[in-house]
């Protein structure tokens, strides 16, 4: 088995087995970058020789039995996460010269861990998107067939991971922008809670929805790595102080009491036919293991598209005003048509006399959601969903849609407006050979236990057969 | 007078607190080298975050209580959208429909309450220099002051004279001077004040004249007292000219300038500004509860009205030496302390108040006890009466006609000729100050 294949755990024993150094599995993520890139486009950065560096520093501190979560992993960040002294341009070319001074929390977190960053990944100009294919620096490619897209914005973190080029990735989620690609790559992606993971240092999108995290080959590192990143931060007066919980170590679930909720609403007209075969399946295992599924009826996630679509065009065109190219960057006239339409419909949002029919309105809507939800999560403990309604998409599928990004988190949106955890987690493949996931939503702060329902899932699935697939590239 | 102004006013008072609004920044930026007090946050780098400061939102809730206003128990930050080279995150955080106080008002002297519509709390921009490097007009901005916390004082337009503004100005300096939240000093722009002034024809009947006039003028760029005086002085004259020619001057911003006391154009407003104000979403909201409010109520110290009004009462002084001894709180606290210590040697406070007022004593030089150990000695030395010294210096004055005539031709001099001489016929020590007036009073 190669290095770069292994998840965190096994990676983890191995290192501490001095079975290899962090130095050679770095080296074999390195190679298989190398490899890969012409045909993938998953980094916009390759830090090649600071992972060096970082990895033997690793490997000192391993020989002096250092014990730490990460120590030594290979890991790829998402290039909308500032890096001190690294280049950091939420794949915009506004910010293409931009280094950062400061690290952002969640890079400060992973490194006081002991991770090695590998580099950046490619995203949506300003994850503005659910493609990659609005990267001014090229669209990133499905690594289970390159024809197709990985999803967005976080596609470059999870075409790293679906590729075996990193050992995880950190991605970012306004909606759907981690569960999403992690669904078309076929891994795991978990949105946290809206405040239980630091937004400081993450280049703002929609500032109330913005939830970073992990994305990985499994759930027990999924949980490993929310460890690490979750907890209050005193640079961002929206982390909550709630405790965090030990989630890589309470992911066992008696799946026998769970009550599963699912929507009808979110099995909707024009899904693909494969995923609804597939989400049905899955929901019959948990069945046969002895969950009790209870039919919901929730509020029409069409209408989670247009509140959030309002709510996260105005924040973005507030947000996006500081990139004038005075202090830092390029001037605004580097924008391309994506975020000018966003800026353009927010600005339009917000204007006096249009606040309270738009804004002010979608603001109310959302409380509206938010409390179908906590009604939902009165009578089952979580939610259970196709992740996204199609496959994959062929390469070039956005370029006429601009509205393409919100059809297809049209199911992921109302758990993000809501500030909701989910996670995304692979179920199996389409005849086509593209990955098909189902999401698993919980109320908020139910990390652990939407981490936990997700690891039974897996565990009891484990001995199927797609499971042993790999990219053929 | 025909015409009656309406006069309203704005007033941003920066507070001293340490750091700044929402960063840990110091704010401290008066004289410092440019762009040496700034961090990703009040830069506005991408991904920065606000926190926000908490003695901050404090004080400016106890300028509010100062003020009289009532403290919502709900309030939230909002982000007001412009674009300015100065506003690094091409928004301030500000606050628009939930300040922090609302519906206060100022007692003037005269009984007349100013209404304050709200106090709110903002942050500071940066600065611009406009210079020439190397030959060439270039903008610098330093971002020192970014971030640095500011406090709205919004007022209804309730003002009809510029003395009524100066007089509120002078007050709301002092108030915040003795919470201690900001050295409200004009030429450091810890204050900076936006008086707004129209006019209305002062026969209006009551119905009508409650309506305020189709249109208003901004003045800025005043930074002195004297200066908003003279600012409105020439709006008043230059609004008269205009509606006595039957036009109605046009709603503008304009600038004050120093030279000349006049104001000219600098910018028509049209319409309204649409800064897209909308809740600052990286802020939660906040809520107080009562217990809060009232805790920081009962930590503001007594505010100079009151102050001066006890020691009218207590100290039987005259309003007058009140008012002086209670302008600045240091003086007064100085004042107490000294009247405590005198107590014991039955000097009243009267004494005390006639000697730091006549003498101009430095306070921060002279304890207290120090100064009533002046005023003891001094006191034992007034065993002669003003009349008995009124009596030697006639008879000085009678001996040397001269001396008359040489204080006429303003030869002050001679006073010190008198002295010596009265002096030396006592032979006792005097309060010369005393003396070198009673002189004055004879040489008239």
């Not at chain 1, 560096?53 to 501190?61: I, N, R, S, V």
């Not at chain 1, 599928?397 to 992921?412: C, N, P, Q, R, Y």
């Not at chain 1, 908020?444 to 590239?473: D, H, I, M």
């Not at chain 2, 007292?225 to 020619?245: C, G, P």
């Amino acid at each position: 088995m190669k290095l770069n294949s292994l998840n965190i755990k096994e990676a983890n024993e191995g290192l501490k087995k001095k079975s290899f150094s962090s130095v050679e599995l770095t080296k074999a993520c390195l190679d298989q970058i190398r490899k890969l890139e012409g045909k993938l486009n998953a980094f916009v950065t390759v830090t090649e020789n600071e992972a060096l560096e970082q990895a033997q520093e690793a490997d000192k501190l391993i020989s002096a039995g250092q014990d730490l979560p990460l120590l030594g992993i290979p890991i790829a960040i998402k290039d909308n996460f500032s890096t001190l002294g690294i280049k950091t341009t939420a794949s915009s070319i506004v910010l293409d010269d931009y280094i950062p001074p400061y690290n952002a929390t969640v890079v400060a977190k992973l490194k006081a861990a002991g991770m090695v960053l590998l580099g950046k990944t490619n995203m949506d100009a300003w994850a503005h998107g659910s493609s990659t294919e609005t990267s001014d620096y090229g669209s990133t490619k499905n690594p289970w067939n390159i024809k197709y897209l990985p999803g967005g914005s976080s596609g470059g973190s999870a075409a790293s991971v679906a590729a075996d080029e990193v050992i995880a990735a950190i991605g970012s989620e306004t909606a759907g922008s981690i569960r999403q690609p992690a669904s078309w790559c076929g891994v795991v992606g978990l949105k946290p809670t809206y405040g239980r993971v630091s937004r400081y240092g993450v280049i703002a999108m929609g500032s109330s929805l913005d939830s970073p995290g992990p994305i990985t080959k499994t759930v027990e590192d999924s949980a490993l790595i929310l460890e690490v990143l979750a907890g209050v931060d005193e640079n961002d007066a929206t982390t909550s102080p709630l405790p965090v919980g030990n989630y890589s170590q309470k992911l066992s679930k008696n799946i026998k009491e769970l009550k599963i909720g699912i929507s009808e609403e979110y099995f909707i007209d024009g899904i693909d036919k494969e995923v609804k075969e597939m989400v049905e399946g899955a929901l019959k295992k948990f069945e046969k293991f002895g969950a009790k599924i209870e039919n919901l009826k929730l509020f029409d996630p069409k209408y989670a598209i247009d509140v959030y679509t309002i709510i996260q065009r105005s924040e973005v065109s507030s947000n996006l005003a500081r990139y004038d190219g005075i202090r830092y960057g390029n001037g605004r006239d580097y924008f391309k048509d994506e975020a000018k339409r966003r800026i353009m419909f927010g600005t339009y949002a917000l204007s006096s006399g249009y606040y309270d029919q738009y804004y002010n309105k979608a603001q109310k809507v959302r409380t509206v959601i938010i409390d179908d939800f906590k009604k939902a999560f009165e009578k089952v403990d979580v939610i259970i969903a196709p992740t996204s309604p199609s496959l994959a998409l062929p390469v070039g599928a956005t370029k006429d849609s601009a509205m393409f990004g919100e059809i297809a988190d049209v199911l992921v949106e109302p758990s993000s407006i809501a500030g909701l955890a989910g996670i995304n987690i692979p179920i199996g493949f389409s005849k086509s050979g593209l990955p098909i996931g189902m999401q698993i939503i919980g109320p908020q702060f139910s990390e652990e236990l939407v981490l936990s329902v997700a690891y039974e899932y897996e565990k009891l699935t484990q001995v199927e057969k797609w499971r042993g697939l790999k990219p053929n590239l | 007078m025909k015409y009656k102004a309406v006069i309203g006013l704005e007033v941003h008072v920066e507070l001293k607190t340490n750091s700044k609004m929402f960063c840990s920044c110091s704010a401290d930026y008066f004289g410092q080298k440019p762009n040496t007090h700034t961090c990703p946050v009040c830069l506005g780098l991408p991904g920065a975050l606000p926190v926000p400061n908490k003695k901050a939102i404090e004080w400016c809730v106890q300028i509010g209580l100062a003020l009289n206003c009532n403290i919502p128990l709900f309030s939230k930050f909002d982000r007001k959208n412009y674009f300015y080279p100065d506003l690094p995150k091409g928004y301030q955080i500000s606050q628009y429909d939930k300040p922090f106080c609302v519906n206060g008002y100022l007692t003037l002297t005269s009984g007349k309450k100013v209404g304050v519509t709200r106090v709110h709390m903002e942050e500071d921009t940066g600065k611009l220099i406009h210079e020439k490097v190397s030959g060439e007009n270039v903008s610098l901005i330093d971002f020192n002051r970014s971030g640095v916390p500011l406090v709205e004082i919004v007022t209804e337009p309730d003002f009809e004279t510029a003395e009524e503004v100066k007089e509120y100005l002078q007050k709301l300096q002092q108030i915040v001077r003795y919470l201690g939240v900001s050295n409200a000093d004009m030429e450091k722009g810890n204050m900076r004040l936006e008086p707004n002034i129209s006019l209305r024809l002062s026969n209006q009947q009551s119905a009508i004249s409650n309506q305020l006039p189709p249109y208003k003028v901004e003045v800025k760029n005043i930074n002195s007292f004297a200066f908003v005086s003279k600012a409105i002085d020439y709006e008043i004259k230059r609004q008269t000219e205009i509606l006595e020619k039957g036009k109605t001057p046009i709603q503008e911003t304009r600038g004050f300038v120093e030279k000349n006391s006049s104001t000219v154009s600098q910018r028509v407003k049209e319409e309204a500004s649409d800064y897209r104000y909308f809740p600052e979403p990286d802020i939660p909201p906040l809520r107080w509860t009562k217990e809060q409010i009232k805790n920081l109520k009962s930590q503001i110290p007594e505010l100079p009205d009151k102050k001066t009004q006890r020691f009218e009462k207590n100290h039987l002084l005259p309003r007058t030496d009140s008012i002086i001894l209670t302008r600045e709180k240091i003086t007064a606290d100085y004042f107490e302390e000294a009247v405590k210590l005198g107590k014991n040697h039955d000097l009243t406070p009267k004494q005390i108040a006639n000697f730091i007022i006549n003498r101009k004593i430095d306070i921060t030089t002279t304890l207290p006890a120090e100064l009533v150990k002046e005023v003891l000695n001094s006191s034992k030395k007034e065993e002669i009466s003003d009349a008995e010294l009124k009596k030697i210096i006639k008879e000085i004055l009678e001996k040397n006609p001269k001396v008359a005539e040489d204080y006429k031709a303003g030869k002050t001099s001679v006073i010190q000729f008198v002295i010596g001489q009265v002096m030396y016929i006592i032979r006792k020590k005097i309060d010369t100050e005393v003396l070198r007036k009673l002189i004055m009073e004879e040489l008239k």
